[in-house]
């Protein structure tokens, strides 16, 4: 009863604190743990990728990429308030400011599949920005596949 009490308790507390800081905690507790990738695809022998990731209040890189690197990061999804992750990025003359976490279920709200994965995983290529899907559509043969969301221009 004592032990059922305290339980209680502290779910109230919980439940109470809706800004307790969750993804300070290395596995979730009740919210599920998503992991954004920011993959560099662009050729080779081109200017150098320069990336900055952040949320609100949340700081992720402001860096250069090489050709394959593979910035990620991962948070827990909070039940109150949906996260948003935005990513600048700056090739050549070239620069753009896209989205690329701001739905928990689809990773963003333009993209056409659920995301079962809890990953985001994004391309930037010489012809935009490609988030990975998966379709399983047919049950029996699902497939990835990387779907063009956003362009330079
Ligand atoms: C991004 O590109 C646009 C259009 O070329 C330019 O006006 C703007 O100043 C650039 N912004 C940044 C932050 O580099
Ligand atoms: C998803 O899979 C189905 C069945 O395999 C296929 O018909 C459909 O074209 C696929 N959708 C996309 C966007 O690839």
Not at 29 to 34: E, H, R, S, Y
Not at 44 to 65: F, G, P, R
Not at 117 to 127: I, M, S, T
Request: hydrophobic residues 40%; proline residues 3%; contains cysteine.
């Amino acid at each position: 009863m004592a032990l059922y009490y305290n339980i209680s308790f502290f779910l109230l507390l919980l439940l109470m604190t809706p800004n307790l800081e969750l993804s300070l905690v290395k596995s979730c507790f009740l919210a599920p743990k998503i992991q954004v990738h920011i993959i560099n695809k662009l050729p080779s022998n081109t200017a150098q990728l320069q990336v900055h990731c952040a949320s609100k209040d949340d700081e992720i890189a402001n860096e250069y990429l090489a050709i394959d690197e593979d910035l990620h990061w991962s948070f827990c999804e909070s039940f109150f308030e949906t996260t948003l992750y935005f990513c600048h990025f700056w090739w050549g003359s070239m620069n753009k400011s896209i989205t690329v976490f701001d739905d928990a279920e689809l990773c963003v709200h333009s993209a056409l599949y659920a995301n079962y994965n809890n990953n985001c995983k994004w391309e930037v290529r010489q012809d935009g920005f490609y988030l990975e899907m998966y379709n399983i559509t047919d049950v029996n043969n699902p497939s990835f596949f990387m779907y063009h969301i956003n362009y330079w221009s």
